[in-house]
């Protein structure tokens, strides 16, 4: 939390204003975990409280600002995957705390399995969204682009027949557009053709999956037996305890 209030300082000194919004927005997600504790009575595991912390600070503070995205491969895919698994946690504890506390309804574990594996694959569609929300209308490059050296597209089809263009071994592509002045520019992208963010989208959705299949599995077995697969159980919201 020190460091968070160290780096917002920082950012706004050196005038770095989107960094100081992500320092923001870090803060304020940092403080959700408690308030959902306190406002529903909600107990959060400490492994699964410390890892969504670490994955806060991992995605925002080291992804955005230190530019880990950029040095380190795979940064983006591994949150992704860790992103998939807690969300699977969360929606499986959602629906298991109905599940105990009702006298009339129970659910078989292949359905809390299959609540929880789709809970975490639309918050992952969901954050897509936002993804391309944000580049479409504030600029930015959260769908990070890909260089590609093959495309097949039907937009190139002359005729207009439906018919796939293929076009393969792309060696370099050239762009043209205007400037402020209205003078024509070129930039040329080496080694490709740029896709614009498709590929890390359908990546992350793949990760996401996986993610959330692997705690599927985990949370089914939890319910066949909880002693014996207390494991899930660290990455599952339970309800508070009342003191006596």
Known sequence: MFYLLFCLILQIIRGEYNN?????????????????????????????????????????ILGEINNFYGLIPY???????????????????LVDLLNENSNK??????????????????IGV????FEYGSDRFLNLDMQKDTIVNKIATVELDPNKSNKVVVIDDIQY????????????????????YLDIGIDDTMDDLFV????????????????INRHKYHFAGNF?????????
């Open 20 to 60: 100081a919004f992500l320092c923001i927005l870090s803060l304020i997600l940092f403080t959700i975990p408690f308030f959902i504790q306190r406002r529903f009575k909600i107990e959060l595991p400490n492994l699964l409280e410390t890892i969504i912390f670490f994955f806060i600070f991992s995605a925002e």
């Open 75 to 93: 940064w983006d895919t591994m949150l992704h995957t860790i992103n998939g698994f807690l969300a699977a946690g969360i929606g499986f504890g």
């Open 105 to 122: 309804i129970k659910l078989s574990p292949v359905f809390l399995a299959l609540v929880s594996f789709c809970f975490s694959m639309t």
């Open 126 to 129: 969901v954050w897509e969204f």
């Open 173 to 192: 592509t050239e762009i043209y557009s205007k400037d402020e002045n209205n003078n024509l520019t070129s930039t040329v992208i080496s080694n490709g």
């Open 208 to 223: 996401n999956f996986i993610g959330a299949f692997c705690f599927s599995i985990l949370g089914y077995f939890y319910v």
């Open 236 to 244: 599952i919201p339970k309800k508070q305890k009342k003191q006596v």
